[in-house]
T-cell receptor
Framework: DAKTTQPNSMESNEEEPVHLPCNHS???????IHWYRQLPSQGPEYVIH???SNVNNRMASLAIAEDRKSSTLILHRATLRDAAVYYC????????????FGKGTKLTVNP | NAGVMQNPRHLVRRRGQEARLRCSPM?????VYWYRQLPEEGLKFMVY????????ESGMPKERFSAEFPKEGPSILRIQQVVRGDSAAYFC????????????FGPGTRLTVT
């Protein structure tokens, strides 16, 4: 599975936007970009995914660079409940189904 | 629509006992995955099952661990002769396996071996 690189930690203030970056320079054409998050003492939670185009859902937006070597997860208005570890994961279409979690980015949201 | 259910939520076993962890996938999901999170470590894939079949067990320890997903009933992760190093949070996820591969996780079972 292709690897991703994320900052270890980021900090934000409540009600401000948050941009969480992810580098995946060895991404292949059939790799989907997935984001999950894990709140303290809970199971991981699916956030969003995309292939080439930017994506929006009720939780977040995903901005994918034109060359697909990087992406950014955007939380439009951070809340205290968004404090979690965010994981950027590549999944190869038709490949292994397993999620390979790295260390992720620990997001702290200040009130 | 109930999410992924896992039970028990907390399990305490003495060294040498067996641990059985259960996972009921979301309604309509026939793909189940088990992950383990050791204390202060990241999540690691263990096994991927479809109904009555093991598809990928590349993350399962070779000894003492087994998993099944029968035609009827929940998926079971079984750990025989538990050791202290098995103490961890075990998460189950399920997927509908359409185009998008989204996995939905349960709350986990926290196993403590004394």
């Amino acid at each position: 599975d292709a690897k991703t690189t994320q900052p270890n930690s980021m900090e934000s203030n409540e009600e401000e936007p948050v941009h969480l970056p992810c580098n995946h320079s060895t991404i292949s054409g059939t790799d989907y970009i997935h984001w999950y998050r894990q709140l303290p003492s809970q199971g991981p939670e699916y956030v969003i995914h995309g292939l080439t185009s930017n994506v929006n859902n009720r939780m977040a937006s995903l901005a994918i660079a034109e060359d697909r070597k990087s992406s950014t997860l955007i939380l439009h208005r951070a809340t205290l409940r968004d404090a979690a570890v965010y994981y950027c994961i590549l999944l190869t279409q038709g490949g292994s189904e397993k999620l390979v979690f790295g260390k992720g980015t620990k997001l702290t949201v200040n009130p | 629509n109930a999410g992924v259910m896992q039970n028990p939520r907390h399990l305490v076993r003495r060294r040498g006992q067996e641990a059985r962890l259960r996972c009921s996938p979301m309604k309509g999901h026939s793909h189940v995955y088990w992950y383990r999170q050791l204390p202060e470590e990241g999540l690691k894939f263990m096994v991927y099952l479809q109904k009555e079949n093991i598809i990928d067990e590349s993350g399962m320890p070779k000894e003492r661990f087994s998993a099944e997903f029968p035609k009827e009933g929940p998926s079971i992760l079984r750990i025989q002769q538990v050791v202290r190093g098995d103490s961890a949070a075990y998460f189950c996820a399920s997927s509908l396996r359409t185009v998008s591969y989204e996995q939905y996780f349960g709350p986990g079972t926290r196993l403590t071996v004394t």
